[in-house]
């Protein structure tokens, strides 16, 4: 069964680096997500990016977060300046077609962020 | 008023218990509705997406209600194998998914 990969499964960074984190969107899916999970806290919606352009973005996505289809493949999240806070599981996620339609979003098993 | 409001639980039920979840959202424009099961520290996975007219999936049945903006979940004949969170999710706009807090499910032998 096709499934959502993401790389690093563990990111240990300081305070004020960069960050990138990697998703494998499933091959044949168009949209891609990400959500991140502060630790016991929901899921939140991030971004969503459709035909090489952000579709939507949460108030929690500022100038400090961009995203990236490099290639065909891989879809990336890039922290400039990581600050405490944004220790949290980050989930990557695609559907074939809009959420909006009825679709399923299939997550990837998240990258733990830990900001010292 | 929160978007997805869950009760947290946990509930905590027998093997082979009955056990019914309810979920409220805020959006009446919300357009499609799933559960979605999340083990701790691991990824969301979707259980069953959510129909008006109700849909059932072997132990699993969910109802949603427009007019009161209101979604369930029962499991029937848990397993032991069911205790995890269970996280109602809400589709606003067609780019994004809102998910509740979850609800914590522990069966017991």
């Known amino acids: 069964e096709p499934e959502v990969t993401q790389t690093p499964s563990h990111q240990v960074t300081q305070m004020g680096q960069e960050v990138i984190l990697r998703c494998v969107p499933i091959?044949?899916?168009?949209?891609f997500y990400w959500y991140r999970q502060i630790l016991g806290q929901k899921v939140e919606f991030l971004v969503s990016?459709?035909?090489?352009?952000?579709?939507?973005k949460s108030e929690i996505f500022d100038d400090q977060f961009s995203v990236e289809r490099p290639d065909g493949s891989n879809f990336t999240l890039k922290i400039r300046s990581t600050k405490l806070e944004d220790s949290a599981m980050y989930f990557c996620?695609?559907?074939?077609?809009?959420?909006?339609?009825?679709?399923?979003?299939?997550f990837g098993p998240g990258t733990r962020l830990t900001v010292l | 008023r929160k978007e997805v409001e869950q009760d947290p639980g946990p509930f905590n039920v027998p093997e082979g218990a009955t056990v019914a979840f309810n979920c409220t959202y805020s959006?009446?424009?919300?357009?499609?509705f799933f559960w979605y099961r999340q083990d701790c520290r691991k990824e969301p996975k979707l259980l069953m997406s959510?129909?008006?007219s109700g849909n059932e999936d072997g132990r699993f049945t969910a109802q949603l209600n427009r007019a009161s903006q209101y979604i369930s979940l029962l499991i029937r004949d848990s397993k032991l194998s069911d205790s995890a969170t269970y996280l109602c999710?809400?589709?606003?706009?067609?780019?994004?998914?809102?998910f509740g807090s979850g609800t914590r499910l522990l069966v017991r032998p």
């Open positions: 996620a695609s559907s074939e077609l809009l959420a909006g339609g009825g679709d399923t979003q299939y």
């Open positions: 091959s044949n899916h168009l949209y």
């Open positions: 990016f459709y035909n090489n352009e952000i579709s939507e």
């Open positions: 959006n009446s424009a919300s357009q499609s």
């Open positions: 959510v129909y008006s």
């Open positions: 999710v809400v589709n606003p706009s067609s780019y994004k998914l809102i």
